[in-house]
């Protein structure tokens, strides 16, 4: 069972370029939710996701983009990167708006 | 908005003492509140799930306790060990699946 998987781990940007980091679920879990994550700081939602074709804004929405097609699958897109984009970004997917909530390793992201 | 306050920022103790490390939100309106390991560069392990009508969970060394009246969760961490050294994070889950988290605990264990 792989759980919450997370790609790329890495990746380097220059501003202004766009990219795409994918998060697959193989739980069959309906909530899916992106965080990024600061140095010294704890994890801020981005965008959320209570099942297929159902998205909504977090904390900190601005330059990043989600669409839900699937169950399984909750991509998070970068418009336009900045480099106050860079940070490390966490997926997590859970059974109900109120279970518990599993997390993929995380993906690192420099934007220069 | 829910703000979550995790109370020490760090904290370094000796090998097999018994600590407390806090974690408070602002509204009392939640649903459950998850407590997370994370160990540098990596990502976060779940410790513990309290649910809002729940008091407290237990998993081995591990017992958190949940107070929603006072806003209040504290995680107690028995005979600590230098493997405990880690960051800790508490995350509220409130209305409509939006979660909060606090910054975390970073616990240090000394051998």
């Known amino acids: 069972n792989a759980g919450v998987t997370q790609t790329p781990k890495f990746q380097v940007l220059k501003t202004g370029q766009s990219m795409t980091l994918q998060c697959a679920q193989d739980?069959?879990?309906?909530?899916m939710s992106w965080y990024r994550q600061d140095p010294g700081m704890g994890l801020r939602l981005i965008h959320y996701?209570?099942?297929?074709?159902?998205?909504d804004q977090g904390e900190v929405p601005n330059g990043y983009n989600v669409s839900r097609s699937t169950t399984e699958d909750f991509p998070l897109r970068l418009l336009s990167a900045a480099p106050s984009q860079t940070s490390v970004y966490f997926c997590?997917?859970?059974?109900?708006?109120?279970?518990?909530?599993?997390f993929g390793e995380g993906s690192r992201l420099t934007v220069l | 908005k829910q703000e979550v306050t995790q109370i020490p920022a760090a904290l370094s103790v000796p090998e097999g003492e018994n600590l407390v490390l806090n974690c408070s939100f602002t509204?009392?309106?939640?649903?459950?509140l998850q407590w997370f390991r994370q160990d540098p560069g990596k990502g976060l392990t779940s410790l513990l799930l309290i649910q809002s009508s729940q008091r407290e969970q237990t998993s081995g060394r591990l017992n958190a306790s949940l107070d929603k009246s006072s806003g209040r969760s504290t995680l107690y961490i028995a005979a600590s060990q230098p493997g405990d050294s880690a960051t800790y994070l508490c995350?509220?889950?409130?209305?409509?699946?939006?979660?909060?988290f606090g910054d975390g605990t970073t616990l240090t264990v000394k051998p």
């Open positions: 739980m069959n879990h309906e909530y």
């Open positions: 509204d009392s309106a939640i649903y459950n």
């Open positions: 996701s209570v099942g297929a074709g159902i998205t």
């Open positions: 997590a997917s859970s059974p109900s708006l109120t279970g518990e909530l599993f």
């Open positions: 995350a509220v889950l409130g209305n409509a699946g939006k979660s909060t």
